[in-house]
């Protein structure tokens, strides 16, 4: 047994530097993006497919990471904005429903008995709605440099502190999940991005266990993709099910080996990959913004 968690740590930690150096690609290096509009719908299913693969079970694994990286790679690959979109709240919206329900039964988390986490998790969801209607408002009042600027400092600045403090317990607190809620909502409001590396990182400020706060995350944005996927249904944005069906499949496909490995990996690592990969997309972010 200790060997085999031993591989999957090695696996793990292999998954997300290859996550990092294609995030870098992507954000660097736009003509290496592996999406490519094509008439052989088969090959671009695949693709798709094992996109969403590899990009979900980062997401259920550490709270961040799906839309991260798959919507500049759409969007550079040529697909439209708004259905890039909606395809992949549609696929979070089933993914993160299907990782937050099998958490629970792999007891990384327990809706059930635990009222503690149940109550976090209805208020992420309650927060992010609202949130995001805020931060609809607020956006077209706000330049997009000083938006994406604001969030990549924002994220560096936890990821060096849980860094610097990871060995700190801190005592939970009603009101700092409160704000985190609202925070992340409206970053993913004004700019698309920064829901989950917040999310996730800020539970752990709060006092909830690293487990606890991956599968919060997943099935908190699961419940806040549905209701944009119910808002999306009834607006004139036609769903481009060629794209959504592959994203959907590889996402769910990869969902309860994340959540094995979750459950498998000891909760300290955990921490400490949320911490650097924050981190990582803090810096990311505000080298992005200020370079392009």
């Known amino acids: 047994m200790l060997g085999k968690t031993r591989l999957l740590k090695w696996v793990w930690t292999g998954a997300i ?28 299913f695949v693709i ?15 709270g961040m ?17 708004l259905q890039t979109v909606a395809a992949i709240l549609f696929s979070e919206f089933v993914s993160g429903i299907t990782a937050g329900i099998l958490h629970h039964k792999a007891d990384n ?12 998790m209805l208020l992420m969801a309650a927060c992010s709605i609202g949130g995001t209607l805020l931060a609809v408002t607020v956006a077209l ?11 990549g ?16 317990t801190y005592i939970f607190s009603w009101k700092r999940i409160t704000v985190i809620g609202l925070l992340a909502a409206f970053n993913k409001g004004i700019s698309g ?12 400020l709060s006092g909830v266990k690293e487990k606890n706060a991956v599968a919060i995350t997943s099935m908190a944005e699961g419940l806040v993709c549905f209701v944009a996927v119910v808002i999306y249904f009834f607006s004139s944005i036609k769903f481009d099910w060629k794209l959504t069906i592959p994203l959907t499949l590889g996402a769910l496909i990869s969902v309860p080996g994340a959540v094995w490995t979750v459950k498998i990996i000891p909760a300290n690592l955990i921490r400490g990959q949320i911490a650097y990969i924050t981190l990582f997309l803090g810096v990311l972010t505000a080298a992005k913004t200020v370079f392009h």
């Open 17 to 44: 530097i290859i996550f990092a150096a294609g995030l870098i690609a992507i954000t660097f290096f736009r003509e290496l993006s592996p999406v490519h509009r094509s008439d052989n719908y088969c090959r671009l």
């Open 48 to 62: 798709l497919l094992l996109l969403a693969f590899f990009a979900e079970y980062i997401d259920s694994s550490l």
């Open 65 to 81: 990471g799906y839309g991260t990286i798959l919507t500049p790679l759409l969007i550079l690959a040529g697909f439209p904005l």
């Open 109 to 120: 988390v327990n809706f059930t008995k635990d009222a503690k986490s149940r109550k976090v």
């Open 141 to 151: 009042n706000l330049s997009k440099f000083y938006v994406r600027l604001y969030i």
């Open 153 to 168: 400092l924002m994220l560096l600045a936890i990821g060096i502190f849980l860094i610097l403090k990871k060995r700190t």
């Open 193 to 204: 991005g920064g829901y989950g590396p917040l999310l996730t990182s800020g539970q752990l």
